[in-house]
């Protein structure tokens, strides 16, 4: 079944480029939209730019809810405006909800790809560790075997 609007090789092409060019992504995105990046410092403090602590957030905030709390500001009119917001609501349910699934589908495997990375750069760096004990190891008795041939005592 073919999809209408959504040309694939395009948004490949495009997450090709954003892979190859990761400092460009977020500036492509801004630039587009015409509006400077906002300053997110107030939500990552200093000590909180780890690896863990940014999983852990996009794993509290990767689900979206359709179904959010409506309300209204208006004293005079605000039930109206209310089941007027409720009945908007239920009557784009049918297209909104398909397109809200995507996302949270889109989101839950972003989510998965990102844990499933960390574990591997956790092991990666683990097997990194190893190597460069064995690394120093492997020193060490180098220099032991050029201290022995140097005395006279190792092999001719």
Known sequence: MQRRGVDAEQVMEEVNRAVAAPDTLLADFWSRKGAQAPNLAFIYPPYSKTLLVNLDLV??????????ELGSRRRAVGGLVISFKRLTRS???????????????????????????????????????RLERHEDRLADLSERVERLEGDGKGPS
Request: hydrophobic content about 40%.
């Open 59 to 68: 794993s509290r905030n990767w689900e979206i809810e359709p179904e959010f």
């Open 91 to 129: 009557l784009l349910r049918w297209y909104i909800n398909p397109i809200v699934h995507q996302v949270r589908k889109f989101n839950m495997l972003v989510t998965r790809t990102l844990h499933d990375l960390a574990n591997n750069l956790d092991e990666l760096s683990q097997r990194v560790e």
